[in-house]
């Protein structure tokens, strides 16, 4: 069992920013891949930015020099900075794991999302 902390959200208006948190805890080994996604209403999922057991970061492109990802791994905590804020980021964001857990099997889980509203 993998548990997910989501925090950060909230209304913001174009131009600022927030920074969102993401926790994990369980019986995790290793932690493979972290990181972000969002859904906007009538939209599908989407990937905004994760970073690997290595440490490569990948973003969404739409994202790109706005949003940095960061972690932490000795909290297992990952964060997403978001600067310059658009309307068109107003989502869901849903922090994602997949990870290695004590027990040797891979395990993929999602947060609960946590409410970003970008306003004009």
């Known amino acids: 069992q993998v548990r997910l902390v989501e925090s950060g959200g909230g209304l913001v208006q174009a131009g600022g920013s927030l920074r969102l948190s993401c926790a994990a805890s369980?019986?995790?080994?290793?932690?493979?891949?972290m990181g972000w996604y969002r859904q906007a209403p009538g939209k599908q999922r989407e990937l905004v930015a994760v970073?690997?057991?290595?440490?490569?970061?990948n973003y969404a492109d739409s994202v790109k020099d706005r949003f940095t990802i960061s972690r932490d791994n000795a909290k297992n905590t990952v964060y997403l900075q978001m600067d310059s804020l658009k309307p068109q980021d107003t989502a869901v964001y849903y922090c994602?794991?997949?990870?290695?857990?004590?027990?040797?099997?891979?395990?993929?889980?999602w947060g609960q999302g946590t409410q970003v509203t970008v306003s004009s």
């Open positions: 369980g019986s995790i080994r290793s932690i493979n891949v």
């Open positions: 970073v690997s057991g290595s440490g490569s970061a």
């Open positions: 994602y794991v997949a990870v290695t857990t004590t027990w040797g099997l891979p395990l993929s889980s």
